[in-house]
């Protein structure tokens, strides 16, 4: 009962937040909690948000899968070769601080604007926190362990496998929650920007049309679908890492 | 089960860092169920002669001797070590942590599983601890898994650096003695790197006090005290603070 008051105290005090600032008057379009609500409920019943839904979790997955299975890879090579990493990270470095917005002028020239771009601008906004991540678990690996391992003398295979890995484990599944929701970034970011597919859309359209209240439901469902992921990566994440509890 | 223990030769070695030279023409002969013991200052080479031993780091010059075979890498299955700071996995349970010797030498499943719980019911970790983690575990208790780690393989030599130094002074005693109980059931021979007067003398055989940059024998100290000490209650002993005090003032003349 605590517990629930607890996490439900914020929860009703966000909503009276946003309930109040729907009454000031900023902008006669701002739409109530229980409006967008109402929306949310006729978008899910007319299947468009599960329709647009669908068509962003496929960008989504092919970009932040790509992410994974190139970017740790990446990182944990980077780790292993000291000389790759030392270099690799300046342009790592270089890719987090851009914007990565400014990538999809680029992206579009490129690739067009398809499906397929969308997933390239996830890859672009996701990946080099998954692979700096990596990097950086596979570095702070303990030197006295990979000591006693090659004192029972552990092949290189088994150093990677039984300690390095590991080792980088924690870092490498709080790269894959930072690149997530740098993906769910992504994803918008490319929908409403460059191509008209999903979610994205969805808003831009709503907001054409002046029916803010859907706009505000296919927010609000963007925000639900990458809590959720969010979620489900932080209980694989305590699973795997049980031994930290 | 039981293997014979065998002798180390540590013949004439000498091992630099860059310009800074570690250890001089070192000539020390372990005998075969010895229990020996590394002291001097810091900085006189007691833990790198020890890694040297353990084929970790590569000698300069002379050659090291463990059993019949001459130490040329890490790996060797006559020696295990022990680490003052346990070098437990820490994403692995006491038995998984003192398995693991056995799994990366290809052990199967079966025999890893029956050998890590003799060696945990061996140094007094049977039962519920065997599924705990590190992090669950005091500190001398993790410094027990480490050595039941080392006896898993079932090694000729113990290879022990500082294996103590960070455990309190009253679990310390108790895993000494328990150390001596084991090493009268097991007849291995072990070489201790330690910093504690007290401990040397109390442990060993012979004591040999290193002398600081470079490393080179100083002195070679027997230790004629009864055993088993650890039921003998030697630590309250004439003789043993006689001992400590001769190793004290041999110490003290070297700073």
């Known amino acids: ?245 | 089960m039981m293997v014979q223990p065998v002798g180390i030769a540590i013949e004439r070695v000498s091992k630099s860092f860059g310009a800074m030279q570690a250890l001089a023409d070192i000539d020390v002969q372990v005998k075969a169920g010895e229990f020996l013991s590394l002291i001097g200052p810091s900085g006189c080479g007691k833990t790198t002669l020890l890694k040297c031993v353990a084929g970790l780091l590569p000698v300069d010059a002379g050659r090291i001797v463990i059993g019949s075979r001459s130490v040329s890498g890490p790996g060797g299955h006559e020696a295990s070590l022990v680490f003052q700071d346990f070098a437990l996995l820490p994403w692995a349970t006491a038995r998984e942590n003192a398995e693991f010797g056995l799994l990366l030498r290809g052990a199967p499943a079966a025999e890893r599983a029956a050998a890590a719980r003799h060696a945990l019911a061996k140094v007094g970790l049977a039962g519920s601890f065997e599924e705990a983690y590190p992090s669950q575990l005091s500190g001398g208790m993790q410094q027990r898994v480490g050595l039941a780690r080392a006896l898993a393989v079932n090694p000729q030599v113990l290879l022990m650096d500082e294996p103590f130094a960070s455990i309190d002074e009253q679990t310390r005693r108790i895993l000494q003695d328990d150390l001596l109980r084991l090493w009268s059931e097991e007849r291995k021979t072990v070489v201790l790197v330690t910093h504690s007067m007290e401990e040397a003398i109390y442990l060993s055989d012979r004591v040999v006090v290193l002398s600081p940059r470079p490393g080179r024998v100083h002195r070679v100290l027997d230790v004629p005290l009864a055993r088993p000490r650890e039921k003998l209650d030697v630590r309250a002993s004439g003789e043993f603070a006689r001992l400590v005090d001769e190793l004290w003032q041999i110490l003290k003349k070297m700073q």
């Open chain 1, 1 to 245: 009962m605590k517990r629930l008051a607890a996490r439900g105290a914020p929860l009703a005090a966000f909503l009276a937040l946003w309930q109040w600032a729907a009454w000031l008057p900023i902008s006669f379009n701002f739409p109530t909690p229980w409006q967008t609500a109402v929306a949310l409920t006729e978008l899910l019943g007319s299947g468009a948000l599960l329709q647009a839904s669908a068509t962003s979790l496929q960008s989504l997955a092919l970009g932040f899968g790509a992410a994974i299975t190139i970017g740790v890879p990446l990182g944990l090579l980077m780790g292993m070769v000291r000389g790759l990493g030392r270099v690799a990270r300046v342009y790592l470095d270089l890719l987090i601080a851009l914007p990565s917005a400014a990538l999809i002028p680029l992206v579009i020239l490129s690739f067009g604007i398809n499906i397929f771009s969308s997933a390239v601008i996830i890859f672009v906004f996701s990946a080099p926190f998954i692979t700096m991540n990596a990097y950086g678990g596979v570095r702070d690996t303990r030197p006295r362990l990979v000591e006693m391992a090659r004192a029972f003398g552990a092949s290189w295979g088994k150093l990677f496998t039984r300690i390095v890995l590991p080792s980088a484990l924690p870092m490498i599944l709080a790269g894959l929650r930072l690149g997530l929701s740098r993906a769910f970034l992504g994803l918008i970011v490319a929908e409403l920007l460059l191509s008209p597919f999903g979610l994205g859309k969805l808003i831009m359209n709503s907001r054409s049309m002046f029916e803010h209240d859907k706009m505000f439901a296919a927010v609000l469902w963007t925000l639900i679908l990458s809590g959720a992921a969010l979620y489900a990566l932080a209980r694989a994440e305590a699973h795997l890492l049980k031994w930290r509890a």
